[in-house]
């Protein structure tokens, strides 16, 4: 309210009654928002093979984001990637620990290290006259890991006794791939505790120089000029070696239900089935189909008629919906967990023939539309560091990335019989179910004539 009136009094006061009409004092900031003037996408190969791509908003804030190929789906033993996320930052065999934490601290850059399936992700914050130190940070950090034996201890420990931050979400979303890929993708993210004395240094390092080779290393910029990421990236990456074997992909298999009983006070059921490859031309009709299905898992009163309110409504009040749709190399996975309390099996049911019945063909022109401008929306207002990660994931092995913009083009471009046809696909894969809660209120996944 004060704001109001300090802008109120600004205003001369025979116009006060028609704001709308008064002339704008030019020493007044414009109340509209502006968004980012961002460059094109750049993309650069270097001789070696790590890929480099990068765009520019000339914000004096910069990131830097170094993907590795070295996920949960490359693992001989079960939990090594998760170790090695724990690991990030610690001693390297050229910079200790308690360097990289006063490097970063003298110069206000905020480091972070995530994971999936296919990478695992070292990023950098920083000013943007630091990129030269960012990048030789994240360099090292990623290629010249000590795993000096207290160090892997102290990650080990940190995993069995804190343990990363996941939600019951998470790890149904978790056991949806290991029913529907079964080995490579259907390995676990996470590390269960009983697999980490199978852990060692020797392990560890043997893992990083399989996987961390240069055709698997992607350097992602944003707000930083490609000529110079792509200098620095080729000072800090050059000289990487390339592996000669091509990362093996996973085939969908589907058709598994896995039923845990559990004290949660609510019922959560996962339903899966195969989605758009990373790169195919189905990755946005997959975008779309994701939100005709299930919009914003939030039911919308007096708006009958639709395929949303279909799958949302039929769940019931008190429910909620949380949608995935995971795009890997070769296959992809989309979905929802329904979380209810109360009457599980209506809930349940209601939601399972919900599903059935878009992926059967009732998606109509009206779904579609209102699909492609929530999938939009969503697209279009991607931060800075939302943006690196979108590259990133685009980028994985060699790929092209497309910009926000003009992915949100390619969902536009889509049709309602393109949008069937891809429904179709989804149906014609054998699903998975994962539930956990008060299993015995849950209807039975050939009950549900899935």
């Known amino acids: 309210m004060a704001m109001m009136r300090r802008v109120a009094a600004s205003v001369p006061r025979a116009t006060r009654a ?40 000339m914000s004096p804030m910069s990131s830097v984001s170094v993907v590795v190929g070295a996920g949960s789906s490359r693992e001989t033993v079960g939990g090594t990637s998760a170790v090695m996320r724990a690991l990030a930052f610690k001693a390297t065999t050229t910079t200790s620990a308690f360097r990289k934490v006063r490097e970063t601290e003298l110069r206000g850059t905020t480091l972070a290290c995530t994971g999936d399936r296919e990478t695992i992700t070292y990023s950098a914050k920083f000013q943007r006259d630091n990129a030269a130190s960012a990048v030789e940070l994240l360099s090292d950090s990623a290629l010249n890991q000590a795993f000096q034996s207290w160090d892997v201890m102290d990650a080990k420990s940190f995993l069995a006794t804190v343990g990363e931050d996941v939600g019951v979400t998470d790890i149904l979303v978790d ?5 529907a890929f079964r080995s490579g993708l259907g390995k676990s993210v996470y590390c269960d505790s009983f697999r980490l004395p199978s852990i060692t240094a020797d392990g560890l390092a043997e893992f990083a120089a399989s996987n961390i080779t240069a055709e698997h290393i992607t350097v992602v910029g944003a707000d930083i ?19 000669d074997a091509a990362a093996a992909g996973s085939s969908y298999i589907g058709g598994t239900e896995t039923r845990v009983a559990s004290s ?29 299905l299930f919009g914003n898992g939030v039911a ?105 913009e003009a992915f949100a083009e390619a969902i536009e ?5 393109s949008v069937k046809a891809f429904a179709a696909k989804v149906g014609a894969s054998k699903p998975v179910a994962v539930v956990t809660g008060d299993i015995d209120d849950v209807p039975f996944y050939d009950d549900l004539k899935l």
């Open 300 to 404: 919308i009163p007096y708006g009958a008629g639709n395929a949303t309110i279909k799958v949302v409504e039929a769940v019931g009040a008190g429910a909620k919906i949380d949608s995935f749709n995971l795009n890997y190399n070769g296959t992809g996975l989309i979905g929802a967990v329904l979380s209810v309390s109360g009457n599980a099996r209506a809930a349940v049911s209601g939601f399972a023939g919900a599903v059935k019945t878009v992926l059967g063909g009732s998606i109509s022109d009206a779904d579609v539309a209102r699909a492609k401008a929530q999938a939009s929306a969503t697209v279009l207002e991607m931060s800075s560091a939302e943006r690196a990660a979108f590259y990133a994931s685009a980028s994985i092995d060699g790929g092209t990335p497309l910009s926000p």
């Open 264 to 292: 949660l006070g609510s019922t959560q059921y996962a339903l899966g089935f195969e989605g758009a490859a990373r790169g195919s031309a189905d990755v946005a009709s997959a975008v779309v189909l994701e939100k005709v």
């Open 225 to 243: 000029g490609h000529a110079d990421l792509v200098a620095l990236a080729t000072e800090a990456f050059g000289e990487v070696a390339t592996a």
């Open 18 to 57: 028609y704001a709308s009409l008064a002339e704008v004092d030019p020493t007044l900031p414009s109340p509209d928002f502006v968004s980012p003037s961002w460059k094109s996408v750049q993309t650069t190969r270097l001789s070696n093979g790590v890929t480099v791509v990068s765009e520019d908003s």
């Open 413 to 417: 471009a889509q049709t309602t019989a």
């Open 175 to 179: 056991a949806v791939h290991t029913g």
